[in-house]
């Protein structure tokens, strides 16, 4: 069974850029989360989404922006890059149940982003 | 809002010789504690995970231990061995309102041979 994958695994952008990361679930996991991930701040969450519908947002600011596709593969954005968004961005898959009660997450390998 | 502590920041044991690591939170909703281990360049990997319904958890080398009155949990690794040796993060989070991680700020094992 495949675990989630990220893409791309590295990037590099110019500060004022925007960025798109990538993530595929575990097959039949409906449920997307994303963390930020940094020396200074630790594992911080950014935002889940389950049947295409953000259901859970962290303290981050509106440049950060994810969505879900009906096959749960997920996207997140961030604009307007700053040099403070430079982390390693992780995506988790679980499967939830009908009635949304936590199950088991798995991370992926992250998205390194560097903002130059 | 929820927030973990963990401790200790970093830990040495010699191979064979156990590890604990321990962490408290503060929000007594929280009722899901999961442990991740991050290996250099991975992304993090549940080991093991416990519900507030359950005081402990066992699998093979890793034990899992909950006091929910105390609002602190432990992981108990028997049995080093240098596989061992990465960063471990506990988590908290509340089991029917999403995947809202919490996460302590991690504990770097070494284990050494």
């Given amino acids: 069974k495949a675990g989630v994958t990220q893409t791309p695994r590295y990037l590099i952008k110019t500060r004022g850029?925007?960025?798109?990361?990538?993530?595929?679930?575990?097959?039949?996991?409906r449920s997307v989360s994303w963390y930020q991930q940094t020396p200074g701040q630790g594992?911080?969450?950014?935002?889940e989404y389950f049947s295409e519908t953000q259901r859970n947002k962290?303290?981050?600011?509106?440049?950060?922006?994810?969505?879900?596709?009906?096959n749960s593969r997920s996207e997140m954005n961030v604009s307007t890059l700053e040099l403070g968004d430079s982390a390693?961005?992780?995506?988790?898959?679980?499967?939830r149940d009908i009635s949304y009660m936590n199950t088991e997450a798995f991370f992926g390998q992250g998205t390194r982003l560097t903002v130059v | 809002g929820e927030n973990v502590e963990?401790?200790?920041?970093?830990l040495s044991v010699q191979e064979g010789d156990s590890a604990v690591i321990k962490c408290t939170y503060s929000d007594s909703a929280s009722n899901y504690f999961p442990w991740y281990?991050?290996?250099?360049?991975?992304?993090p990997q549940l080991i093991i995970d416990i519900r507030s319904n359950v005081g402990e958890k066992k699998d093979q080398r890793i034990a899992v231990t909950l006091n929910k009155t105390a609002k602190h949990f432990s992981l108990?690794?028997?049995?080093?061995?240098?596989?061992?040796?990465?960063?471990?993060?506990c988590a908290a989070s509340m089991w029917n309102?999403?995947?809202?991680?919490?996460?302590?700020?991690?504990?770097?094992?070494s284990v050494l041979p």
């Fill in chain 2, 76 to 89: 108990h690794i028997t049995e080093t061995q240098p596989e061992d040796s990465a960063v471990y993060f």
């Fill in chain 1, 58 to 70: 962290g303290n981050f600011p509106g440049r950060f922006s994810g969505r879900q596709f009906s």
């Fill in chain 1, 88 to 95: 390693l961005y992780l995506c988790a898959s679980s499967l």
């Fill in chain 1, 17 to 29: 850029q925007q960025v798109t990361l990538s993530c595929s679930p575990i097959s039949g996991h």
């Fill in chain 2, 6 to 10: 963990q401790h200790p920041s970093t």
């Fill in chain 2, 37 to 43: 281990k991050q290996e250099l360049g991975k992304g």
């Fill in chain 1, 43 to 47: 594992l911080q969450f950014l935002f």
């Fill in chain 2, 97 to 109: 309102y999403g995947q809202n991680f919490v996460f302590g700020p991690g504990t770097r094992l």
